[in-house]
């Protein structure tokens, strides 16, 4: 009675995983396999982390706080001439593709500075709200009690003090460190005001309502609506003492402003009022100032209430927009079949293309699902490099000369279907440039990769590696 039980539930989610909508068959036979080969745990598996769903309530809260959002459009100041992008035509498809994934356009008149390492990022973000005269909104995926996070709290506690509006979102799972801590109860002493976005209370209760693995990966900081910074940077030292043995993290943060700036208020406009109910729509309408010299930018979000297959479709244009060089840096690399062509295609087309992943990840999963991808990129021609000096936690993208996307999607499903992301995509020679300068003084502490050395691998690793990129949907 039980084994035809058993069989019969096995037989109604395999149905399920075959008629569920965007999946492609690739994460469609990763599932059958798992509900199949483990009995009775991949069912729970699948109950459990199968379907890319938040809950019903928490859908309906986000598709009314969507709808009820400005058009960013109608504020003063983006019809302005100056704001309007002089774009050259190779690239205007880029951000189309864009803005077809977030609704904005892109904008001119931004400037951008690059962070020489984690903790100045942290330092400038410091510095930035110490300056704050209206209001502070902070959003990390990640933030430790450590000491660069006690320095921002410290910073959050001083600007509210002072009668600085702040506004305080967290990841309730990737910061649950913090939110047990001190500090979060000195934020809240201080008059900040403290969101946790996703909540998962009862891990039961709370994965029968949605899947309790997607989570808000983004990291935005926006000060008086004139600054904004943007990247792969958490709130933690860069030693990162939960994972300290693959330490130190080796982030890329940019400090942007200009009239991109709103649009990543925008984004942190809509994961608050959506966690706390806090209508803050009139931050949004403020008029930006008339636009001065600068390069085009658009802000590009991307989450599981966001169009299907988005988070790839960017990676993917910009890419197949090579025409001399394209460099990557990615720390979880498990793409989906179309990244991996595009990147193949790349190299077999005469494009100077290199990627640089951790020569040791956190997630040793994740690890050998990349490395297994190794073989036919590196027979495409392909640049594989694997950082030495810690874990390469930096995700850019640099292109020609002239085209930059940096924030906080790594090139794996979990960023494509799970997480919601934050990345700015630019056009600009000078800043470009200064982001490959820094792509490429990671190679110095890179050891490259050769089709030789991947060819010798014993076939136990090699097995290893294909067995788990099997499951790469899963993971």
Known sequence: MLVALHVLIQSALIVRVLLR???????????????????????????????TSIGRERLERVRQVMAGLPDIAS???????????????RHQSLFRVGQSISGFAPVSGNR???????????????????????H??????????????????????????????????????GSRSLVKSELWAEM????????????????????????????????????????TFCGSQNCADPEF???????????????????????????????????????????????????????????????????????????????YGARRDLFITTPYYVPIDAIQSALCAAANRGVDTTIIFPARNDDFAVGATSRSY?????????????????????????MD???????????????????????????DHAVAAEIRKRQEAYLTQCRRITAAEVEAWPWTRRLWNNALAILGPVL
């Not at 009690?145 to 009668?163: E, L």
């Not at 925008?266 to 008339?290: C, H, K, N, Q």
């Not at 000369?401 to 995509?425: C, K, Q, T």
């Open 75 to 89: 504020v003063p100041g983006f019809d302005n001439p100056a704001a309007r992008p002089e774009i050259p035509e």
């Open 401 to 427: 000369g002239e085209i930059a996307l940096v924030g906080s999607a790594n090139m794996d499903r979990r960023s494509f279907e799970l997480n919601y992301e934050n990345n700015i995509l630019l056009c």
């Open 136 to 173: 502070v909104h902070l959003l990390f995926y990640i933030w430790l009690p450590d000491n660069n996070g006690r320095k921002m709290a410290d910073a959050i506690k001083r600007a509210a003090t002072r009668g600085v509006t702040c506004r305080v979102l967290v990841d309730d799972l």
């Open 21 to 51: 909508p965007h999946r492609d068959p690739a994460s469609r036979v990763a599932w059958m396999v798992v509900i199949l080969a483990v009995p009775v745990a991949g069912i729970v598996a699948y109950l459990f982390l199968g379907e």
């Open 188 to 227: 809240a002493a201080s008059g900040a005001r403290l969101g946790r976005a996703l909540r998962v209370g009862n891990p039961l209760k709370r994965a029968l309502d949605g899947r309790i693995d997607i989570r808000n990966h983004r990291k935005i900081l926006v000060i008086d609506n004139e600054i």
């Open 241 to 319: 003492l939960p994972k300290r043995k693959y330490g130190p993290w080796v982030d890329l943060m940019l400090r942007f402003t200009g009239p991109v700036v709103r649009q990543n208020q925008y984004v942190f406009a809509a994961d608050w009022m959506t966690t706390s109910g806090e209508d803050i729509r009139d931050i949004l309408r403020e008029p930006i100032e008339v636009p001065r010299p600068g390069f085009p930018a658009q802000v590009i979000t991307s989450g599981p209430t966001a169009r299907h297959s988005a988070s790839p479709e960017m990676f993917e244009a910009v890419i």
């Open 374 to 398: 190794y073989a036919d990129l590196l027979d495409a021609g392909v640049n594989i490099y694997e950082y030495q000096a810690g874990l390469l936690h930096a995700k850019s993208m640099t």
């Open 112 to 134: 951008a500075e690059l962070m020489p390492d984690s903790n100045a990022a942290i330092e400038a973000m410091v510095a930035d709200i110490d300056a704050a005269t209206r």
